[in-house]
């Protein structure tokens, strides 16, 4: 299997067409559907459901087409990492985070990188830790910015220097938001709109306690400003971490007892790196034990 065949597919499945297709590609069309029907033979499916007027992916075609992305990504990044001066350090440094207050301590760590190295790139994704460890397993992302325990037997990581604090977002119309702090009670028959995951073993659920079955979970999230979006309609009260962010209609109200929990930087453990990346790693476990030991 070839990645130009993988391109090929791709182009086909984008356009629904193998004319405008191998317009796009600059190739002729018998060149194309060759092609195309050498990789089904090679994988021993049918890709498409062809018609007079268009095509579509079979089921087998769409788990393709998802594995064919994924492959064309990890290939460009592979070249763009070999990309660099012996003098000048280059390349491009992928990097997912979830919603953290600590995420303003990664950037300024690449802004401190950035100016020792300025010819170095970036490219940072968003999602929950599920995300970036599936992308860091992958070889999608080079480092993730998580919630810890980090499993260790996978990862090696360097804890963040600050804690994020567990509140709630609630309407400034709501009864809670006259509330200093919010306890498990207060939440009794409230609808709730909580991260995605295992809620009743998370630590908000330890939080709740003796009340967890109790909660009225009315809908779940992976970023909080949909959540956010979600409570300002009415829908319910979020439970989740402080950010550097207001939201016009809404309060942040923090849990008590008071809740906190930690994030860390990681990267995958006996991982063969870039030069720029390996180079960013060491810079930052230095960094961030510096903000660190600046706290103690």
């Not at 297709?21 to 195309?36: E, G, M, V």
């Not at 109200?253 to 720029?276: D, N, R, V, Y």
Request: glycine fraction near 6%.
């Amino acid at each position: 299997m070839e990645l130009r065949v993988l391109n090929y597919f791709l182009a086909i499945a984008r356009e629904e067409n193998f004319t405008k297709a191998a317009q796009q590609l600059h190739i002729t069309q018998p060149t194309l559907s060759r092609q195309i029907a050498q990789l089904e033979e090679e994988l021993g499916v049918e890709l498409f459901v062809r018609s007079n007027h268009n095509i579509i992916l079979t089921e087998d075609g769409m788990i393709l087409k998802r594995r064919a992305q994924e492959l064309l990504s990890l290939a460009d990044k592979t070249k763009r990492d070999f990309l660099h001066k012996e003098e000048n350090l280059e390349g491009t440094i992928s990097i997912g985070s979830g919603e953290f207050q600590s995420t303003r301590c990664l950037t300024d760590c690449i802004a401190a990188f950035r100016e020792k190295h300025p010819l170095v790139r970036y490219e940072f994704y968003s999602g929950n830790a599920g995300n970036i460890r599936d992308g860091i397993e992958r070889g999608l992302l080079d480092l993730g910015l998580m919630s810890e325990p980090i499993d260790i037997r996978k990862y090696d990581f360097v804890s963040m220097p600050v804690k994020e604090q567990w509140g709630v977002l609630v309407r400034h119309d709501s009864p809670l938001a006259e509330k200093d702090v919010v306890t498990p009670q207060d939440l009794l028959g409230v609808p709730l709109i909580s991260a995605l995951g295992e809620f009743l073993e998370s630590n908000i659920g330890k939080w709740f306690g003796e009340y967890a079955e109790q909660m009225n979970i009315v809908a779940k999230g992976n970023l909080l400003y949909n959540e956010a979006m979600l409570a300002e309609s009415n829908i319910g009260v979020v439970i989740g971490i402080r950010l550097n962010y207001r939201y016009d209609k809404l309060k942040f109200i923090p849990l008590s007892p008071a809740l906190e929990s930690a994030t860390a930087l990681a990267w995958k453990k006996e991982q063969i790196f870039s030069a720029a990346t390996t180079a960013f790693i060491e810079f930052s476990e230095q960094y961030l034990k510096g903000i660190s030991d600046d706290k103690i």
